[in-house]
């Protein structure tokens, strides 16, 4: 298979975003994220893990039938009854995935299965074989990879591969790699693979290392990466997908990659989760946080003034978010408040931008983040004269 420098992205928002505390959808709130998803141009939805329960199975039959032109993808264990049911909620799919999984680490081996090596080598691939039965594209997944020996991994891999795997998935499960080793494990398997799958990566970010661990294993020949909108997934969460797209984006020049990804619908896709789950990303998220395009120093607030490329790499609006803010509070400058009186409608001379900042800083020292009309009050207090051009 001749992959080029396309990287395929493949959603989980829906499956493994969804396990996580605080994330279950119901069946109509994951259409309604099917939908933007499918507008922000993802390759692959998962759309759930039918065998866990009936709304995981209903969602998946849904999405498959309203969603026809997107491929979709269902999770199960490397069983015969997860993999039917699989196959079942994905009957009215046009294109299917039977998206499969094992453990292949010996601490899973040990503590979770009892199992030997050969046990679930043998298991994966039967599960494989059988998938193929009801679908032609199957995804493997040795869960915990990044913990299993890298010689049996191989084995695990060239077996899958041979019982009809397309997509080999070596997730980090536990975020436990770190880039480099990440991206020469990524590599020996893409160098032992060949052409005969894509080698795909699924990063937790238990150490913070999910985006940058997706990226080292793109370097090293990986050509998909799961991953979620806000980064939402089981415990600290997976691979952001709107960060690791935004990197290959704008730093193109170093990661020469393209997505299908259309950008300008990733703010509306992660405002959406948010509404649907109970929390929202924390403020300082990249790409999506409140935060993400705010200013609040006043050396920032002066350089973005004269020009937004000091202190923004990339226009908001290229993300959807509709404009960067100047945030008013105690490290802000005369620049940015000048600018804000001047949006208020006020039109001030520098001697009274110079009292109004005089007693802004005053007010900000005691309070966070001042409003508009308190802003338009300080003026009409602070500089008698002035009436507002417009109203404050
Ligand atoms: O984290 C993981 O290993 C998974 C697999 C099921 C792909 O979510
Ligand atoms: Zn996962």
């Known amino acids: 298979m001749s992959q080029g420098n396309r990287v395929y992205i493949f959603d989980t928002t829906l499956r493994d975003g969804e396990q996580s505390p605080g994330c279950s959808m119901t ?7 099917a939908y933007k998803l499918t507008e922000l141009g993802v390759d692959t939805l998962e759309a759930g893990f039918p065998i866990a329960s009936d709304g995981d199975f209903e969602a998946v039959e849904a999405v498959s039938r309203e969603f026809r032109w997107v491929q979709v993808a269902a999770l199960g264990r490397a069983n015969k009854l997860d993999i ?31 199992k030997s090596r050969q046990q679930v080598l043998e298991e994966a691939a039967s599960a494989v074989q059988l998938a193929r ?8 997944s040795a869960e915990d990879a990044t913990r299993t020996d890298w010689d049996y991994l191989e084995e695990v891999c060239h077996a899958v591969v ?11 499960t536990v975020g436990y790699s770190v880039p480099y080793e990440y991206g020469q494990l990524i590599n020996r398997m893409v160098k032992a693979l060949g052409d005969k799958a894509v080698l795909s990566v699924h990063c937790h970010d238990d150490l913070g290392l999910a985006v940058a661990n997706s990226l080292a294993a793109v370097e090293a020949g990986a050509r ?11 415990r600290a969460g997976n691979c952001s997908l709107e960060e690791v797209v935004m990197a290959m984006k704008i730093r193109n020049d170093k990661l020469p990659y393209q997505t299908g990804i259309v950008t300008e619908h990733i703010y509306e896709c992660s405002r959406l989760l948010s509404s649907i789950i ?9 790409i999506v946080g409140d935060n993400a395009f705010a200013h609040e120093a006043g050396i920032h607030q002066d350089g973005y003034l004269k020009d937004k490329s000091t202190y923004e790499i990339f226009d908001p609006k290229l993300v959807g978010v509709p404009e960067s803010k100047l945030v008013l509070g105690k490290h802000s400058g005369r620049h940015a408040l000048k600018k804000r009186c001047e949006d208020l409608g006020f039109e001030l001379t520098a001697e009274e931008v110079n009292m109004v900042y005089h007693k802004f800083t005053e007010l900000a020292d005691r309070k966070k983040g001042l409003t508009n009309d308190e802003i338009a009050n300080l003026i009409r207090t602070t500089v008698e ?5 417009t109203a404050g």
């Open 385 to 389: 004269r002035v009436a507002p051009v």
């Open 84 to 114: 039917e049911r699989a196959a079942k909620s994905l009957q009215h799919a046009q294109r299917p995935r039977i998206h499969t999984f094992i453990a292949t680490s010996d601490i899973h081996l040990k503590y979770k299965f009892k």
């Open 162 to 172: 041979e019982a009809g795997a397309r997509t080999v998935n070596l997730p980090d």
């Open 133 to 140: 039965q009801y679908v032609d594209d199957v995804e493997f």
């Open 278 to 286: 109970t929390f929202g990303p924390q403020p300082n998220k990249a």
């Open 224 to 234: 998909q990466i799961e991953c979620t909108i806000n980064g939402i997934g089981e």
């Open 27 to 33: 069946v109509g709130e994951k259409l309604r994220m």
